[in-house]
């Protein structure tokens, strides 16, 4: 069991930058893959980016590929994203999520992940 704890959210102009983390407790952080979702107001929950239980392996969204960079410290039971080119359609909460699994499969749906923090929110102002 992992549980996960999300920061570094904030307002923002467009065309800036934020860093998010996602920090984990327990032992074994390096035994889940990640992600991160968010989720606009009156909107479903969206997967963003993912990265493998080793970090060798990302995936992203169309939406922010190029944009956004997501990495993961598993000495530091941290994980990242790094967030360029900020526009207002990215204003939302952040999610990161956890799922147990050391494989090369892309979960991108919210519902297969088993593990969530309580979100941190991000303001892209115009």
């Known amino acids: 069991q992992v549980q996960l704890v999300e920061s570094g959210g904030g307002l923002v102009q467009a065309g800036g930058s934020l860093r998010l983390s996602c920090v984990g407790s327990g032992r074994t952080f390096s035994s889940y893959a990640m992600a991160w979702f968010r989720q606009a107001p009156g909107k479903e929950r969206e997967f963003v980016a993912a990265?493998?239980?080793?970090?060798?392996?990302?995936y992203y969204a169309d939406s922010v590929k190029g944009r956004f960079t997501i990495s993961r410290d598993n000495a530091k039971n941290t994980m990242y994203l790094q967030m360029t080119s900020l526009n207002p359609e990215d204003t939302a909460d952040y999610y990161c999520?956890?799922?147990?699994?050391?494989?090369?499969?892309?979960?991108?749906?919210?519902?297969?992940?088993?593990?969530w923090g309580q979100g941190t929110q991000v303001t892209v102002s115009s």
């Open positions: 990265i493998s239980w080793s970090g060798g392996s990302t």
């Open positions: 999520a956890a799922i147990e699994y050391n494989g090369s499969y892309y979960y991108t749906q919210a519902w297969e992940y088993d593990y």
